[in-house]
């Protein structure tokens, strides 16, 4: 259990990113004066994908490192794949904003690597499973 600590202090600062991109989209929405949709206002609009994407990936990924920690991954690994999905969550949200929503690098290397990440924790998951019951 001693790797609970660490995922308490990713789920925290996901957490807050999360809070953040919100907030992000309620400022826009009062600045705009559009209480629903975007309004064909493009700038809120990727503000809503970029909060709607990390609601949609942030969360599976930090299930997926609770199971890693619950089975047995190292400190080590706990928090480079921490730090990894962090940052990879900054690059596409700053992607997407600064591109309007087109492709960026930024947008691309932050959902790539979540992707990866999301990879590699799923294969460490099945083989403390498959190590535990085989």
């Not at 001693?2 to 995922?7: M, S």
């Not at 959902?111 to 403390?128: C, D, H, R, S, T």
Request: proline share 1%.
């Amino acid at each position: 259990m001693a790797g609970l600590p660490i995922i308490g202090l990713y789920v925290s600062l996901l957490a807050g990113w999360l809070f953040y991109l919100g907030l992000r989209v309620a400022n826009m929405r009062k600045a705009h004066q559009i209480g629903m949709g975007d309004k064909e206002n493009r700038i809120l609009a990727v503000a809503i994908r970029v909060h709607g994407n990390a609601i949609e990936n942030v969360p599976i990924s930090l299930l997926l490192l609770l199971m890693c920690s619950l089975s047995g991954a190292s400190v080590y690994f706990l928090h480079a794949v921490g730090v990894a999905l962090l940052l990879s969550r900054i690059s596409h949200a700053y992607g997407m904003t600064i591109s309007g929503g087109r492709y960026s690098i930024f947008r691309l290397l932050g959902i790539l690597v979540n992707w990866l990440l999301m990879l590699l924790m799923i294969g460490v998951n099945l083989f403390y499973y498959l190590a535990a019951y085989s």
